[in-house]
């Protein structure tokens, strides 16, 4: 029998967070593991009038692409990938794995190289969501080695992330709804405004927002949800953030990350856990060392950190910056093959400051 809040969050992503259309072309893309949610998915796009297709991959699948291919191979993108970042009208994608760690034993500058071919559909994405000409989705579905990383039983995991998502209410819709006229106070304060200052034990640092646009992230893409975010600058950043939460990509855990800026350029980045890693990302491109968005976390019914950063990133009372590519409705202009979140704890001894006035402090808005 299946659990009612995956047929919640089902129809949630559908007719609330992508608003699938009659006639759309929709692209389900998920894990085999995720197949129960795939298939609510399907159902909810069908009731809905859409026109879905369904890809379904695995980790075998992602690690042998890279294991087993020449750099010549690993460049090459189909024809029919580069067809469905063009032509697609919505797009759902259903995180999941057997193992994170499924990519820890691959080489690193395989991993750089694949980024680097894909810069050109990462591009056309982000362009075409700007626009609005793609909407777009994304979940992980709780599965087991998600509860696992997160030290949590499945079931405690599964109300977890039902309860992060409201689908364990009667009307998720009006809970998220409720949620964006909440950060929407916030992102009409930021308005206008032209210089953010971060100090705590872990960060001390300056950026600018001008003429930048704050984005309330209320469901509509993540979900969960709950941040306001931003793309900075470019040149603007100066100071530096030790991330007190381990940063996780493409199966790799960077621990104790500690970067400085110096006019919007990482020139100096160490960790205490796989440092070369993190390196290696940095030199990926010309925009891989610059940052790409800022944010502040709201979610307060994600306390905990998990290794995901759907769920991490939102944590109310942190803030995150990606480095590499921005979000063009942002403002951003940086372009990288990366899009990497770093998250940072705010909720003691920490402030920050908008144009001199106290927008947050220790982990709560203040405005």
């Not at 894909?118 to 599965?143: H, V």
């Not at 470019?234 to 007190?244: F, I």
């Not at 390196?279 to 891989?288: A, K, Q």
Request: aromatic fraction near 10%; glycine fraction near 8%.
């Amino acid at each position: 029998m299946t659990d009612s809040r995956l047929t919640k969050l089902a129809d949630l992503l559908v007719n609330y967070s992508v608003k699938v259309q009659p006639e759309e072309w929709v692209l389900i893309n998920g894990h085999m593991v995720a197949e129960p949610l795939i298939a609510e998915v399907l159902r909810a796009v069908l009731q809905a009038g859409g026109r879905p297709q369904v890809l379904m991959g695995s980790d075998n699948i992602t690690e042998y692409s890279l294991k087993y291919a020449n750099d010549e191979q690993i460049k090459w993108i189909a024809p029919t990938v580069k067809l469905l970042y063009e032509e697609v009208d919505v797009l759902i994608a259903l995180n999941a794995f057997e193992n994170t760690r499924h990519m820890s034993g691959i080489d690193p500058k395989k991993q750089q190289l694949s980024g680097q071919a894909k810069q050109g559909l990462m591009q056309t994405y982000m362009t075409r969501a700007a626009s609005g000409d793609l909407k777009w989705t994304l979940t992980n579905f709780p599965c087991p080695a998600y509860a696992q990383d997160a030290d949590m039983s499945l079931n405690d995991y599964e109300d977890f992330v039902y309860s992060a998502c409201y689908c364990d209410k009667d009307d998720p819709v009006a809970e998220w709804q409720r949620i964006h006229d909440e950060q929407q106070e916030v992102v009409d304060w930021l308005n206008g405004k032209k210089i953010v200052t971060v100090k705590s034990p872990n960060a001390d640092l300056t950026l600018s927002i001008e003429d930048r646009t704050f984005i309330n992230s209320d469901g509509s893409h993540n979900m969960p949800s709950g941040e306001v975010f931003t793309g900075p600058v470019e040149d603007s950043a100066n100071g530096w953030v030790h991330y007190t939460y381990p940063a996780i990509r493409q199966g790799k855990e960077v621990e104790g990350i500690r970067l400085e800026f110096k006019d919007g350029k990482v020139v100096n980045a160490t960790a205490d856990k796989n440092e070369e890693f993190l390196l290696t990302m940095l030199d990926s491109d010309e925009g891989s060392r610059y940052l790409g968005e800022f944010a502040i976390g709201t979610n307060y019914g994600i306390q905990n950190f998990t290794k995901s950063i759907l769920y991490d990133e939102k944590i109310g009372g942190s803030f995150h910056m990606a480095l590499g590519a921005g979000y063009p409705e942002t403002g951003s202009k940086n372009v990288s093959a990366i899009h990497w979140d770093m998250i940072c704890d705010v909720r003691e001894d920490s402030e920050i400051h908008v144009d001199g006035d106290l927008l947050y402090k220790d982990g709560k808005f203040m405005i």
